[in-house]
């Protein structure tokens, strides 16, 4: 079984950062993927960037050039560094990690708020 937690949500005006972190612990395979999803009010959750335990990532368009996803393996704990941020960022955050056949397990979200 593998839980995650995450951390370093909060309030903070547009143009400004965050830095989010999930920390996973359990029965956790080396070769996973993690990562980060968020979710508006009304709207369904959505990817926002994830990676490969060996490096490779990919990003969703709205925050392409703003956002930094980055892991340490050793610590098991995946980050986001989210700047320049925009009131349509606003969304509690979730963190996920997966292995195809084996487990795919979700955080219990964090909320960011950018406010105008």
């Known amino acids: 079984q593998v839980h995650l937690v995450e951390s370093g949500g909060g309030t903070v005006q547009a143009g400004g950062s965050l830095r989010l972190s999930c920390e996973a612990s359990g029965n956790i395979f080396s070769m996973n993927v993690m990562g980060w999803y968020r979710q508006a009010e009304g709207q369904q959750r959505e990817l926002v960037a994830q990676?490969?335990?060996?490096?490779?990532?990919n990003y969703a368009d709205p925050v392409k050039g703003r956002f930094t996803i980055s892991r340490d393996n050793a610590k098991n704990t995946l980050y986001l560094q989210m700047n320049r941020l925009k009131p349509e960022d606003t969304a509690v955050y979730y963190c996920r990690t997966r292995v195809p056949g084996l487990y795919d397990t979700w955080g219990q979200g964090t909320q960011v708020t950018v406010s105008s």
């Open positions: 990676m490969t335990s060996s490096g490779g990532a």
